[in-house]
């Protein structure tokens, strides 16, 4: 019995020690997911203001002949360039599973991949896919880190090389919700920029005019103004699903680090009750034993 | 009350600056650009270069990147993806990040995704040190 008791105290105190490490990493995870927010919010002034310079093109019809620029351009067939944005580590719930289940839609034959965190790079290595690039992204990094990914994938498109340039990324919805989207940069389809960013509490700066280009002096000239906003406009996106990503990843890995602490708190609860009953029964084993030693010595 | 412009300095990051200023010198596509209030509207694209304000008889300098400006008759606003106020600039820093940008570029042992990198380094690097000895270097002879 004793050997028991001493076996079970040995596991309560290792599972108090996975709660302590849970625990913390619930903390951190928490304080990164709000430099993540802090960064999206930050950039907001930047994105509203690309926003309205951008307005006279989304005015622009579809097919307008009068302003074509390559990054507009649709070609069909050909390869696809996939920007993978995971994460660099685990623990973070089902967060990699989801997105990269995902992946599976591509066909491996006619894509490319660009990787950014090491996750997806170790599954698209595994399944033999085309890697063309892995960046590496820190948890502060700043707008140069993302304008280096965004151009090396432009590049490839502008090159030929590719048709297509579609990022995948988990978009954040909240703490406790992240849901995976495939976004195409490349070419240009919408002007929005994403929601974060763009929703907006103060609203003073909704209140000003929307540029109307008649009225201003473009230098060069319109068109050549407007083409050059293009590439800021993908530096900017793949930027903002970098921020997403992030703020996912940490939420992710908050939820998933808290769940572990409940369940390790569930668990040193059970075995703290076990180890009563056994002690329990052993008490009373030892005061049977007394009282049956007693009896017959009387 | 002299007439002033509301400027302002956005970055992906942050607002790097914002003020009522009396002029301010932009590096626009075509040249560099003094603003001073009651401008005719006009918006142009700015390459990397230095930017200089005038508030109250004194200058700030500021490296700043590629981007944007939208001119107003009352406001001058500025969309870069960088921006740096020259006593912020950490020139050895610079220079080692110039240094070691045109090293690895130079030894071409990199692998794509490092020499995009690289040359995004290297071009905001320089643009800051531009900004740094231009103002610094003529004051010495």
Redesign the interface.
């Known amino acids: 019995m004793a050997a028991n008791t001493r076996d079970i105290r040995r596991r309560i105190k290792s599972v108090k020690n996975t709660a302590q490490i849970t625990k913390a990493m619930q903390m951190v995870a928490a304080s990164k997911m709000r430099k993540a927010q802090t960064?999206a919010i930050?950039?907001r002034?930047?994105?509203q203001?690309?926003a309205r310079?951008l307005l006279p093109f989304s005015s622009l019809p579809a097919d307008d002949e009068s302003f074509a620029h390559p990054l507009l351009q649709e070609r069909s067939g050909g390869r696809e360039l996939v920007l993978l944005i995971s994460t660099d580590k685990g623990l973070c719930g089902a967060l990699n599973t989801n997105l990269l289940r995902e992946v599976s839609q591509f066909d491996p034959a006619n894509t490319d991949f660009?990787c950014v965190g090491r996750k997806g790079l170790q599954f698209l290595v595994r399944c033999k896919c085309t890697v063309?690039?892995?960046?590496e992204i820190k948890d502060n990094f700043?707008?140069?880190?993302a304008?280096?990914?965004a151009?090396?994938c432009m590049?490839q498109f502008v090159n030929g090389k590719v048709n297509r340039v579609t990022v995948l990324y988990t978009n954040f919805v909240n703490t406790l919700t992240q849901s995976v989207v495939r976004h195409q940069v490349v070419p240009v389809r919408s002007f929005e920029i994403g929601r974060v960013a763009l929703e907006d509490g103060d609203g003073a700066s909704d209140t000003r005019p929307i540029?109307d280009?008649t009225?201003?002096?473009?230098?060069?000239n319109q068109s050549?103004?407007l083409g050059?906003?293009l590439p800021?406009f993908i530096?900017?996106k793949v930027?903002h699903f970098l921020l997403e990503s992030r703020a996912s990843e940490h939420s992710a890995r908050m939820v998933a680090m808290k769940s572990a602490t409940d369940n390790a708190k569930q668990l040193i609860k059970d075995l703290t009750l076990e180890y009563n009953k056994v002690r329990q029964a052993s008490i009373t084993t030892e005061i049977l034993e007394i009282a049956t030693a007693q009896m017959i010595l009387s | 009350m002299a007439a002033t412009l509301k400027l302002e300095i956005?970055?992906?990051?942050?607002?790097a600056y914002r003020d009522d200023v009396e002029m301010v010198l932009v590096p626009?596509?075509?040249g560099d650009m003094g603003v001073y209030p009651m401008h005719?509207?006009?918006?142009?694209?700015i390459l990397p270069g230095e930017l200089i304000v005038t508030k109250g008889g004194e200058l700030t300098h500021l490296a700043i990147g590629?981007?944007?400006a939208?001119i107003t008759q009352t406001n001058v606003?500025i969309?870069v993806?960088?921006a740096i106020e020259e006593r912020h600039i950490d020139e050895t820093a610079a220079e080692a990040a110039v240094e070691r940008a045109q090293k690895a570029i130079r030894e071409g042992l990199l692998?794509?995704?490092e020499v995009?990198?690289a040359?995004?380094?290297l071009m905001?690097s320089l643009a800051q040190l531009k900004v740094r000895r231009r103002r610094y270097l003529p004051t010495q002879g």
């Open positions: 960064a930050a950039s002034p930047y994105a203001e690309l310079l660009v063309l690039a892995d960046f700043s707008y140069f880190n304008e280096a990914v151009k090396f590049d540029p280009t009225e201003y002096i473009l230098e060069p050549d103004f050059s906003l800021h530096f900017f930027f | 956005i970055t992906p990051e942050e607002v626009a596509e075509l005719v509207p006009l918006m142009t694209r590629e981007g944007f939208e606003r969309l993806d960088m692998a794509n995704q995009a990198t040359q995004i380094s905001k």
